[in-house]
């Protein structure tokens, strides 16, 4: 029964045509966007500016198949007093939580990250799943150099993936598995492929000694592509097929869906890398997006904090989230950016 529930839930939030919102930022990061539009993070501004995001139509109905949500926002309610969760299934989407507690300096690996959040992550997810949840989100954060990543730490934190995964099923609940492996740094595609394959490979190996039924669960990785201050940045297709390469050798068909994070790409590159990789033929998984800069960007700077430019803010997040659900089929190009 669970088991069926888990795999309708997954398939669910990879449908082709429709993606993820990651509106999960925490407290701290959502401070961060917000100070970039001159706006004071209080829990009613939170609120407001995640309400107009979860109104917006016909993004909602058509193009999300999910939200991530934050600890608080799970709480909250509308300003009419509907519960935000409900606002959400109203839409047809389904409401998932953040369960991790963030990304902490790992001990003795100076420059690296080990993700905080399993103690107590049982007695959590009940709770959750009884608010709603049916989803939830953990993110291990391997960074790049010439010495980085050490085993260890790609060790610990594809255990901890997999502890969490465990956890999550045993509650109802569909783990999204993200590893992200950075894109901060000078390093080049070839770098970044040739270490996502080895996450990729460790993660799936530890999913399997936990024994995760990999048809209940969504990927959220990085895609394969240079670090921001690479002098040479791969393009479009090289992306794409970097990608397309990496994930193939790595990730199991039995997967339903990929759903990628935007990493701190432009909201446009976002668009185009997911729409190339859709654009290849016979993949064993859909692609799709669970991006929150990518989706965010546009709507939070039309948006402005200010409750006049709310139908500004709504058809910023209507066109970014209609360009994301073609780029899923492979059905957009540049001149639909208008
Ligand atoms: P970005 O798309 O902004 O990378 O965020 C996705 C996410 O949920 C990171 O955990």
Redesign the pocket.
Known sequence: MKQDELCATAAAMVKKGKGIL?A??STGTIKKRFDTIGVQSTPDIRRDWREMLFRTEPAMSDYISGV?LYDETLRQSAVDGMPLVELIRNTGAIPGI?VDMGAQDMAGFAGEKITAGLDGLRNRMKEYYDLGARFA?W?AVIEIDASRPSAVCVAANCHALARYAAICQEAGIVPIV?P?VLMDGAHDLARCAEVTEWVLKHLYMELFMHKVMLEGTVL?P?MCISGKKCANRAGVEEVAEATIKCLKSTVPAAVPGIA??????SDIE?TAHLNAMNACNNLPWNLT????????AAPLKAWGGKAENHDAGQAAFNHRAKMNGLATMGKWNESMEG
């Open positions: 990651a999960d930022e991530i953040k989100k993110r993200e992200e959220k990085n990628f994070l935007s990493g701190g790409q976002a997006f669970s991006y929150g800069r990518a989706l965010q």
